[in-house]
């Protein structure tokens, strides 16, 4: 993917969004970015990054993604915390599928200096 904005909503190129978090090349600086671009490695089947991101205290021991799943579309509805400022955060979003959609309210937390996903609630 060259060209058009990134698949979690932002209008830069995939490589200067969350393409350069997933390669490692960056940290994500806030829980909103991390959210994105979690959402985004969804999109692309990173289960690595997934994985790597997610809170070691409730990390899954394996993820399966399915292969059959199409994302289309992430809207984040509102975040509490998450900055630079922060330790803490939440980020609430509704994330499109074709058929669906899944709305939750994130959790993040960081550790040693990096922010993870703990786990997330669906609200009614």
């Known amino acids: 993917m060259t060209s ?14 969350c393409g350069r978090f ?13 959210m994105r671009s979690r959402y985004c490695a969804f999109v692309k089947g990173d289960v690595a990054y997934l994985l ?7 990390r899954p021991g394996r993820l399966e993604l399915d292969p059959g799943m199409r994302w289309t579309g992430l809207e984040v509805l509102g975040t509490s915390d998450g900055s630079a400022f922060h330790t803490t955060g939440t980020v609430e979003f509704r994330a499109s599928y074709r058929g669906g959609s899944l709305h939750e309210l994130s959790r993040f937390e960081r550790v040693d200096g990096a922010w993870v996903y703990v786990d ?3 609200p009614a």
């Open 52 to 58: 790597r991101t997610w809170h070691p205290r409730t």
């Open 22 to 34: 997933h390669s490692g090349g960056a940290a994500a600086p806030t829980a909103e970015a991390l």
């Open 4 to 17: 058009g904005s990134c698949p979690c909503g932002l209008p830069q190129a995939y490589e200067a969004c």
């Open 120 to 122: 997330g609630e669906f």
